[in-house]
């Protein structure tokens, strides 16, 4: 399991992320549409004949205007990995700033809690650094309440720092026609907050405080088994004392990793399932793995086919790729992956299975129908919105590494991501 505090600079790092390396001229023009990130439709669904096709970007629902505006873009098929590109202004408001990930298991498993303590309801909840337990305080202290008040009134969430600033990222249904947002720390600080930018299509959102908040501990933790046990963790402000702040947490159980989110915001992108008693739902509430990281953020919106009772969580690199990209230019920038395909196991193994290969597009030299593609640059792929999810925040030119199957065999391709059609 490899974590990180929030963002590394890439000055700060030896490497560099394929999204952070973009193709000659990739700016010029000044600002545009983004292009699509994924791959066109399985064959049944909107795009069944291969062809690719996207949903424009759109306004703001509500979320005060960027400068030059922001890329507020929505997917609704939860059988496609085809992302619509949309025009969208471009901000600054810090350096880039991306995650280190890692691949391995959640630790523990349904018979080893990830505290001593008995699950906190909300009436056995306390403040700050009380009835929480020790491995989650760090993050506790990295996040904040949201009271945003909205046209039909006060509404509650929470975010978290993910960078130095005071850079806070929540979910974009948190803040939806905010007028004003309210955070308060864990301490009972109280700041004003501005909404930074947002993308309705991944759910997710950021804001901005004047204090520079600690930051906290993420994990791209990509096969997590089933059963194995997490912690779910809020922050609220009770109502009527503003100054007063409630941390609930409660064990949960992971249900499932990788299966479409099928309504809500954040349709077509692939959730994490968890079942958490004795929580409320809050927008923004964290999931945590047993060593205290952050491996999700709740898409209040959210539902899971076929999974009634389970709270939908987006993962961590999704929520930091698109927090990452909001940050540095206030949209998010699409490569094309040109092939349709849909779910499959092949020999008790999840995937993608190809079905048509675009003959003119970069994927051409790689792919052929018939393959199985079931990890991307060492992550698995179990699924459509999986490898949607993946790839929504990787630009055009970027160099995505895929192990595959063919015709039975494993075997490794590379291809360039093309820019939308």
Same mark, same amino acid.
């Given at each position: ?8 600079p890439?000055?700060?790092r030896?490497?560099r ?9 990739a ?14 439709g ?9 062809t ?5 970007g759109?306004? =703001?629902?509500?979320?005060p ?5 922001g ?7 939860a ?15 810090g ?16 018979s ?10 909300? =009436? ?16 506790q202290?990295?996040m904040? $309440? ?13 975010g ?21 947002v309210?955070a ?26 004047? $204090?520079?908040l600690?930051?906290a501990s ?9 059963g194995?046990?997490?912690?779910a ?19 949960g ?6 299966a ?44 899971l ?11 961590a690199?999704l ?11 206030g ?11 849909r ?17 003119n597009?970069? =994927?051409?030299?790689?792919l ?21 999810s993946?790839?929504?925040?990787m630009?055009?030119?970027s ?5 595959i199957?063919?015709d039975g ?9 093309g820019?939308?059609?």
């Amino acid at each position: 399991m490899s974590a990180s505090r929030g963002w590394v600079p890439p000055e700060a790092r030896p490497w560099r992320h394929p999204s952070e390396i973009p193709p000659a001229g990739a700016f010029a023009g000044g600002d545009r549409g983004s292009g699509a990130a994924g791959v066109a439709g399985s064959p049944g669904g909107a795009s069944g004949n291969g062809t690719p096709g996207g949903t424009p970007g759109r306004a =703001s629902g509500g979320v005060p205007a960027l400068s030059g505006g922001g890329l507020l873009h929505r997917h609704r098929r939860a059988a496609s990995v085809l992302v619509g590109s949309g025009a969208a202004g471009a901000i600054m408001v810090g350096i880039l700033l991306l995650m280190n990930t890692g691949f391995t298991p959640v630790e523990g498993t349904a018979s080893t809690p990830l505290a001593t303590q008995a699950v906190a309801t909300v =009436s056995q909840s306390t403040g700050c650094c009380q009835g929480v337990p020790a491995i989650a305080r760090p993050v506790q202290e990295a996040m904040v $309440s949201l009271q945003v008040a909205k046209r039909s009134g006060l509404s509650a969430g929470c975010g978290v720092a993910v960078a130095p600033g005071g850079l806070i990222v929540t979910t974009y249904d948190a803040v939806e026609g905010a007028r004003s947002v309210l955070a308060v720390t864990a301490g009972g600080a109280q700041e004003p907050a501005q909404v930074v930018a947002a993308d309705r299509g991944s759910d997710i959102a950021i804001i901005r405080v004047a $204090s520079d908040l600690p930051t906290a501990s993420f994990v791209d933790n990509s096969a997590p088994p089933t059963g194995s046990r997490v912690m779910a963790m809020a922050m609220t402000t009770p109502a009527g004392d503003s100054g007063q702040v409630v941390t609930v947490w409660s064990n949960g159980t992971i249900r499932s990793i990788g299966a479409a989110v099928s309504s809500g915001n954040a349709t077509g992108m692939a959730g994490i399932g968890a079942t958490v008693p004795a929580m409320p739902m809050m927008p923004g509430e964290l999931l945590l793995t047993s060593g205290g990281e952050i491996m999700g953020i709740l898409d209040s919106t959210g539902s899971l086919a076929n999974q009634p009772r389970t709270a939908v969580f987006l993962p961590a690199q999704l929520v930091l790729g698109v927090a990452r990209d909001l940050a540095s230019s206030g949209k998010i920038r699409h490569g094309w992956l040109d092939v349709t395909g849909r779910d499959t196991t092949r020999r008790g193994t999840r995937g993608v299975l190809v079905v048509h290969v675009n003959g003119n597009g970069a =994927s051409a030299r790689s792919l052929r129908p018939g393959d199985v593609i079931v990890r991307i640059d060492g992550a698995p792929v179990r699924s459509m919105a999986e490898l949607h999810s993946r790839l929504y925040t990787m630009g055009p030119g970027s160099r995505v590494h895929l192990s595959i199957l063919r015709d039975g065999r494993a075997a490794s391709v590379t291809v360039d991501l093309g820019s939308s059609p």
